[in-house]
Protein backbone atom coordinates (compact mmCIF):
# COMPACT_ATOMS: atom_id res chain seq x y z
CA UNK A 1 0.00 0.00 0.00
CA UNK A 2 1.38 3.62 -0.65
CA UNK A 3 -0.34 6.58 1.22
CA UNK A 4 -0.31 9.63 -1.02
CA UNK A 5 -0.65 13.61 0.69
CA UNK A 6 -0.65 16.57 -0.88
CA UNK A 7 -0.02 19.96 -0.03
CA UNK A 8 0.99 23.30 -0.89
CA UNK A 9 -2.59 24.58 -2.21
CA UNK A 10 -4.02 27.82 -0.73
CA UNK A 11 -5.07 31.29 -2.44
CA UNK A 12 -3.40 33.22 -5.11
CA UNK A 13 -3.76 36.25 -7.16
CA UNK A 14 -3.93 35.74 -11.12
CA UNK A 15 -0.35 36.28 -12.59
CA UNK A 16 0.38 34.42 -9.30
CA UNK A 17 2.76 31.10 -8.14
CA UNK A 18 2.27 28.25 -6.16
CA UNK A 19 4.27 24.82 -5.85
CA UNK A 20 2.17 21.70 -4.68
CA UNK A 21 4.12 18.54 -3.09
CA UNK A 22 2.51 15.00 -2.90
CA UNK A 23 4.76 12.85 -0.66
CA UNK A 24 4.24 8.87 -1.06
CA UNK A 25 5.02 7.02 1.84
CA UNK A 26 3.96 2.73 2.84
CA UNK A 27 5.40 0.18 0.08
CA UNK A 28 7.56 3.17 -1.69
CA UNK A 29 10.02 0.69 -3.00
CA UNK A 30 8.65 0.25 -6.42
CA UNK A 31 9.31 2.70 -8.92
CA UNK A 32 5.81 4.78 -9.69
CA UNK A 33 5.18 7.09 -12.56
CA UNK A 34 3.14 9.98 -11.05
CA UNK A 35 0.59 12.61 -12.03
CA UNK A 36 -1.31 15.62 -11.57
CA UNK A 37 -4.68 15.75 -11.96
CA UNK A 38 -7.42 18.59 -11.21
CA UNK A 39 -11.27 19.10 -11.02
CA UNK A 40 -12.93 21.99 -10.82
CA UNK A 41 -16.61 22.32 -9.50
CA UNK A 42 -19.16 21.31 -12.19
CA UNK A 43 -16.55 19.96 -14.46
CA UNK A 44 -14.70 16.42 -15.25
CA UNK A 45 -11.31 15.65 -13.81
CA UNK A 46 -8.67 16.12 -15.79
CA UNK A 47 -5.06 15.15 -16.12
CA UNK A 48 -2.72 18.00 -15.75
CA UNK A 49 0.55 16.54 -15.99
CA UNK A 50 2.31 13.23 -15.35
CA UNK A 51 5.83 11.98 -15.10
CA UNK A 52 7.36 8.63 -15.41
CA UNK A 53 9.53 6.61 -13.70
CA UNK A 54 12.58 7.73 -15.85
CA UNK A 55 11.67 11.44 -15.63
CA UNK A 56 9.35 12.60 -19.08
CA UNK A 57 7.06 14.48 -18.62
CA UNK A 58 3.99 15.50 -20.52
CA UNK A 59 1.05 18.35 -20.07
CA UNK A 60 -1.91 19.40 -21.03
CA UNK A 61 -2.07 22.26 -23.50
CA UNK A 62 -3.99 24.65 -21.01
CA UNK A 63 -1.05 24.51 -18.47
CA UNK A 64 2.27 24.18 -21.22
CA UNK A 65 4.87 26.88 -20.63
CA UNK A 66 3.26 27.36 -17.10
CA UNK A 67 3.58 24.45 -15.06
CA UNK A 68 6.46 21.95 -14.36
CA UNK A 69 6.21 18.65 -12.89
CA UNK A 70 9.05 16.85 -11.23
CA UNK A 71 9.86 14.81 -8.72
CA UNK A 72 12.32 13.72 -5.56
CA UNK A 73 12.96 10.03 -5.81
CA UNK A 74 14.78 9.99 -2.91
CA UNK A 75 12.11 12.17 -0.86
CA UNK A 76 9.33 9.88 -2.21
CA UNK A 77 7.69 13.03 -3.37
CA UNK A 78 6.47 14.83 -6.47
CA UNK A 79 5.85 18.53 -7.04
CA UNK A 80 3.88 20.67 -9.32
CA UNK A 81 5.33 24.10 -9.83
CA UNK A 82 2.41 26.56 -11.58
CA UNK A 83 3.19 29.98 -12.30
CA UNK A 84 1.21 32.51 -14.07
CA UNK A 85 -1.97 31.44 -12.75
CA UNK A 86 -5.32 32.10 -13.76
CA UNK A 87 -8.98 32.02 -12.45
CA UNK A 88 -9.44 28.85 -14.81
CA UNK A 89 -6.63 26.93 -13.02
CA UNK A 90 -8.93 27.23 -9.55
CA UNK A 91 -9.66 23.24 -9.15
CA UNK A 92 -8.62 20.77 -6.05
CA UNK A 93 -5.75 19.25 -7.47
CA UNK A 94 -4.92 15.41 -6.75
CA UNK A 95 -1.87 13.73 -7.14
CA UNK A 96 -2.03 9.72 -7.98
CA UNK A 97 0.80 6.72 -8.76
CA UNK A 98 1.00 3.38 -10.20
CA UNK A 99 3.49 1.11 -11.72
CA UNK A 100 1.44 1.34 -14.68
CA UNK A 101 2.22 5.02 -16.72
CA UNK A 102 -0.75 3.78 -18.81
CA UNK A 103 -2.91 3.42 -15.44
CA UNK A 104 -1.97 6.94 -14.48
CA UNK A 105 -2.80 8.14 -17.32
CA UNK A 106 -6.31 6.94 -17.73
CA UNK A 107 -7.00 8.04 -14.60
CA UNK A 108 -7.42 4.41 -13.15
CA UNK A 109 -4.59 4.45 -10.75
CA UNK A 110 -4.36 2.26 -7.56
CA UNK A 111 -3.51 5.28 -5.22
CA UNK A 112 -4.84 8.47 -4.84
CA UNK A 113 -4.06 11.36 -2.63
CA UNK A 114 -6.95 13.88 -0.76
CA UNK A 115 -6.80 16.86 -2.82
CA UNK A 116 -5.67 20.43 -1.71
CA UNK A 117 -7.79 23.35 -2.82
CA UNK A 118 -6.04 25.98 -5.42
CA UNK A 119 -7.84 29.03 -5.90
CA UNK A 120 -6.77 32.04 -7.96
CA UNK A 121 -8.61 35.00 -7.75
CA UNK A 122 -7.91 38.85 -6.97
Known amino acids: QVQLVESGGGLVQPGGSLRLSCAASGNTSSNYAMAWYRQAPGKQRELVAF???????NYAGSVKGRFTISRDNAQNTAYLQMNSLKPEDTAVYYC????????????????WGQGTQVTVSS
Open 51 to 57: ITTGGST
Open 96 to 111: NADVSIRRVVAGTAGY
